[in-house]
């Protein structure tokens, strides 16, 4: 199971945490991603997390804004939002991929996550 949480109401260019709490699988056998869907829109992967090797894959819209990191104590990922867009407005949502031969995965395919949080929503005001 997942849990995304820390969503809320920010100003653009403010910050804000969230935070996805894992349970019920092997917290260092599976990729964690985040994805974003924007009001009307297709969800869209925002950042990929490798528990294995801590590699970590970030869509070209977040880079040098978003930052991910994990604490396996807690089996729980975090993804740092900073200057916050107003297009970053939407749900977010955490998920798990079972990572693959080698701890390979796929970064964003959707069909590849087959554990996904409830969401949390982030609405950034211009």
């Known amino acids: 199971q997942l849990q995304a949480y820390g969503g809320g109401l920010v100003q653009a260019g403010r910050s804000l945490r969230l935070s996805c709490a894992t349970s019920g699988f092997p917290f260092d056998n599976y990729a964690i991603g985040w994805f974003h869907q924007a009001p009307g829109k297709e969800r869209v992967g925002v950042s990929c997390?490798?528990?294995?090797?801590?590699?970590?894959y970030y869509a070209d819209s977040v880079k040098g804004r978003f930052t991910t990191s994990s604490d396996a104590a807690k089996n729980t990922v975090y993804l740092q939002m900073n200057s916050l867009k107003p297009e970053d407005t939407g749900v977010y949502y955490c998920a798990a991929q079972k990572l693959g031969p080698g701890g390979s995965y796929y970064h964003f395919a959707l069909d590849e996550f087959h554990y996904w949080g409830q969401g949390t929503l982030v609405t950034v005001s211009s």
């Open positions: 997390t490798s528990s294995s090797d801590g590699s970590t």
